[in-house]
């Protein structure tokens, strides 16, 4: 079928890309560098007003880090189009014809829809962010913070806000960066959290000290409380957010309670949705069951590596590699994504935070027995200045001391860290083949043993103590 | 034998340690973790002033990053004794007699000499400084910096100089950072390199990063220089140092021409000892050949996993591992060092250095052919703050695309980076498989793409390219 459509465009191919942001650009892009336009046609179509931006850079563009929107841009529509991509802006998909191989899109100014036929389809739908369903989660001054436009729009809200109190609902990786962007705009920051500690993604233990470090930035944590109203003043816009047993001013509020994968099209068109609502793919990133279509980005779900189930991971890094994956493939290539094993780093002000593979609840919830460590270490030689305190927790299987996971809270030098544990669980080490890795040592730059190493050394002790 | 000596103390074992460094003391240690003084008893002989102190730190010492002697010292005399480890300072050991299981022993003070009988042995005898064999090169002003000693003498001659001139010979490791220690104490330093680059643990190529570098900060590099004489004045002291063709006025000279293995008694024992002047052990850290003798430290060879040879890395951070392993073992454990990548990590000034596995030359000499390639990143997200350039070169094996070697260099946060490499060579990985690695990513951290990541693009790339 695919070959008899590009037949009535003589002999070249067309790929439809739908989305025009980090995994959508890069596999048109990819695909390019493999494939000339002579021989195929790529056409991308993006809803929004950007392409090809750093969403992740939107909480520093808020704090002033960022001087200004453009630097977040990566690619601007016009150089993809000078490569030969026709990129069209503003231009929604609103049905896949999987049967016919065709693509429905409505211009979204105007209104006016036209079909599009494939022989290569690529899904980049991205992600909705969660929008609490709550009277007021819509009024002025209430913001999320996924698109460029989201951040002008906070911006704009800060310059007009009457006073400078701030909540953040949510207290994820998106809560905790925008926090620390709101208190450098000298805002007074509340942070609202389901939980008790903030950042879930580590254990309650790790995130204890996260919550002491934003405590004593002078950011006020609401813990275990759920938003259940936003406040609006006589003028519409919020004036403040309230919670079963209390209310907290807010002049602006920040909505960083995560996203869920945006398949709605492809939902529709009966293609696989996996049970975290994302989209199915195989190692190739090929949608399962459809040889002509991929997925790829914040819209497929993706193995983890470590607990050998799906997941869904929504960042920007894995929607990069998917995009080059995905455009090797399409473009006649070979290139797989074997999967993830959840590694993430993030910081709040001068704290960072890093994490990679299991923590103790997921552990639990595959099956997998475990022994947890936690050590402090320094991030330098002790006494070479600027040495600061590090924690490392390390969870190894019970018995095969196979590494499970690492948390890691510290200053300067903290986050990266967990790059030596990403590396090691994506080669399956145990903690015990870790104490003897070769990582590099001077004073400046670590301990004679490293903090993972002693993390793993004290793991080691312990799968041994507790083996018999 | 051993039993029979035991048998002789009442069932109570000797082990007996040569060196009272990092291999020596950790060694001691760790078997006094696991075996009271009441089943074995530790006697350590350490001829020097010092035991348990970081080499590594002394050029942060003498630059004043750190204030005092006793801050390199990582555990005291008193210390090992407080916990039944009979430390014996100033006592040279002369004579290993293997046959009778003994060891004879000098007060370097007083002369006296005896034999201690041993059940086991630890050979932690480290390095010896390399000393030009040249007119003047023991004339006061001229100084090593190995020992605590070395450092102390060396800041008494920088308290004494008639001028502010100095001059490094070497451009290593202890080089470069000698070269740091003495700018940063408002010396005009000019470093003297038999090389064309500093730096040859780097191919030339990321040398010549090193030299732009160190020629900026105001060092003057004398290339493709030896030494020839030192040359003093009528006090005796070092004035100048003379290449062949060249004097370069000095009042204090630093050599930084690395180190030999100090295997002096172990060669007259007669124990094995490799082509690089080290003695030989198994992966228990047992000396080839002898069941109840060990070695570790800057005194033996150790495998390089990457070129299957073996390979003399004096790095403190190995003698620690060497030392944890012989210490489990000699108290009874069990424990390996497999080998090294050879990763080593290093600064001049805010200019991060670092390197693991295989140089150009190192591949070539073991028969390996390889595909090099050099990138050009960034240390965080292009529009972050603070983003700073960085040089990632790889090196990946032909066709198999198997990881060979990676060195960068670049500012803050290059050098740890290295971490990464490291353990993808430990496990063996392609360059295609490190082209997904789930490496930690945020602005403040890593642009979207790792340098690493890109490198590893890149090197995969060129494997295919020329893998037919």
Not at 326 to 353: H, M, Q, R, W
Not at 373 to 378: I, K
Request: charged share 25%; hydrophobic share 40%; glycine share 12%.
């Amino acid at each position: 079928m695919s070959r008899a459509r590009a037949g009535d465009r003589g002999g070249r191919e067309r790929l439809v890309v739908i989305g025009g942001d980090a995994a959508g650009m890069s596999a048109a892009s990819q695909a390019r560098r493999l494939r000339g336009p002579d021989e195929l046609e790529i056409v991308a179509f993006e809803r929004g007003h950007f392409a090809s931006f750093s969403a992740c850079g939107i909480p520093y563009w808020v704090g002033g880090d960022v001087a200004g929107r453009d630097g977040l841009i990566a690619r601007t529509p016009e150089e993809h189009r000078a490569r030969d991509i026709d990129l069209r802006m503003r231009t929604e998909v609103t049905e896949i014809d999987v049967a016919a191989g065709r693509v429905r899109a409505r211009d979204v100014d105007s209104g006016a829809e036209s079909w599009t036929s494939y022989d290569k389809l690529v899904i980049a739908t991205g992600a909705r962010p969660i929008r609490p369903d709550m009277p007021g989660a819509d009024a002025p001054g209430v913001h999320g913070v996924q698109t460029l436009d989201d951040g002008e729009a906070l911006l704009g809200s800060l310059a007009r806000a009457r006073g400078s109190r701030a909540v953040v609902v949510g207290a994820g990786y998106i809560g905790v960066e925008m926090a620390e962007a709101l208190i450098k705009r000298g805002y007074e920051v509340t942070v609202v959290n389901r939980g008790k500690e903030p950042m879930s993604t580590l254990d309650p233990d790790m995130g204890r000290l996260v919550h002491r470090a934003m405590t004593g930035l002078g950011i006020t944590m609401v813990d275990d409380a759920e938003v259940t109203k936003v406040l609006t003043g006589d003028d519409g816009r919020v004036r403040a957010v309230a919670t079963e047993d209390a209310e907290h001013p807010a002049d602006v509020v920040v909505l960083g309670i995560g996203v869920h994968p945006e398949t709605t099209l492809a939902r529709a068109a009966g293609l696989p949705i996996g049970p975290h609502g994302g989209l199915l793919t195989d190692r190739a990133m090929r949608v399962r069951g459809h040889e002509n279509i991929w997925a790829g980005g914040d819209c497929v779900e993706v193995l983890d590596l470590v607990s050998g189930l799906y997941r869904y991971v929504p960042l920007g890094t894995h929607a990069n590699k998917h995009g080059q994956v995905i455009g090797t493939n399409a473009g006649g290539g070979y290139a797989t994504f074997p999967g993830v094993v959840g590694t993430a780093v993030s910081k709040v002000c001068d704290l960072e935070i890093a994490r990679t593979g299991l923590r103790e609840k997921d552990a639990r919830r595959v099956g997998l027995r475990y022994e947890a460590v936690t050590v402090e270490s320094t991030s330098r030689a002790g006494y070479y200045p600027g040495a600061s305190p590090m924690t490392v927790k390390m969870l190894a299987e019970h018995r095969t001391g196979r590494l499970l996971g690492v948390q890691i809270v510290g200053r300067e030098g903290a986050a990266k860290r967990v790059d030596i544990a990403a590396v090691a669980l994506t080669a399956g080490m145990t903690v015990e083949q870790m104490t003897s890795l070769d990582l590099g040592y001077a004073p400046p730059f670590s301990p004679v043993w490293d903090p993972v190493l002693v993390a793993a050394r004290k793991a080691t002790a312990k799968v041994r103590a507790t083996a018999t």
